[in-house]
């Protein structure tokens, strides 16, 4: 095993400042003739992987079929209202239901370029204690942290770019067209979801989604760490 992977399991039990220093202490002992890390190089370290990794989730879905090629965050048909899709399929208009998915997905895309700085300022804002707990937490922590310090600042910047994204595609309009379509077929109930708030929430678990598999690829896989300060911190093989 390497050392400084060692190093890394012995910080992920420290708590407090002084435990942390000590535990660098003995960490750095173990490196020898290495450079010594410091508490902040390790919390710099993290910090740098995960912008690392928000950019490339990012990047993935804010491209042209980002999100609408992608099985694992594709966003459908609203499923509030799948009697909508089921009931226009039958009559023959799958090719317009089909179309409308498109164009939400392309919504989507064209949201998500919006999300890096927002992700990208939280990261810079974490402390020391909370880049611990990422480094000793499971390995989507980080994840779980910018969902937890980000989605209500993503929600309410996304609403008004989802908001123009899907005008901007026509989305709205093929779904304003499918949805009055439907409300005009004898004894169907009327429906009237919020477009918006659907895909808006979409879009933002499509990142995450894309966001964890990135923060696992950069524990996991020592290629994946682009940077000297990511190999030392991650674990620089022998």
Do not use: H
């Not at 190089?41 to 992987?49: H, M, N, S």
């Not at 990261?123 to 204690?129: G, V």
Request: proline share 4%; glycine share 8%; aromatic share 6%.
């Amino acid at each position: 095993m390497n050392r400084i992977a060692v190093g890394l399991l012995l910080i992920m039990t420290a708590c407090t400042s002084a435990q942390i220093n000590q535990t660098l202490g003995e960490v750095n002992k173990a490196i020898g003739g290495e450079q010594p890390l410091t508490s902040a190089e390790v919390g710099e370290g993290l910090k740098e992987a995960l912008i690392q990794g928000i950019s490339k989730g990012s990047d993935i879905v804010s491209v042209t079929d980002g999100y609408f090629k992608n099985p694992q965050i594709k966003i459908p048909f609203p499923p509030d209202v799948k009697k909508v899709e089921d009931k226009l399929r039958q009559i023959g208009l799958g090719g317009e239901v089909d179309k409308f998915i498109m164009t939400l997905n392309r919504g989507a895309e064209d949201a998500a370029k919006e999300a890096k700085p927002i992700f990208i300022s939280a990261i810079k804002q974490m402390t020391i204690q909370d880049a611990w707990a990422i480094l000793k937490g499971e390995e989507n922590a980080a994840t779980e942290f910018l969902r937890r310090t980000t989605s209500a600042q993503l929600k309410e910047k996304f609403l008004p770019v989802i908001g123009n994204s899907l005008n901007k595609v026509n989305a709205t309009k093929y779904y304003g067209d499918l949805v009055n379509t439907y409300n005009k077929i004898p004894l169907v109930d009327k429906v009237n979801p919020d477009l918006n708030d659907y895909a808006t929430n979409k879009a933002i678990d499509g990142l995450f989604v894309m966001i964890a598999k990135e923060e696992k690829n950069i524990r996991q896989d020592p290629v994946a760490r682009t940077t000297d300060l990511l190999k030392r911190v991650f674990g620089a093989q022998k």
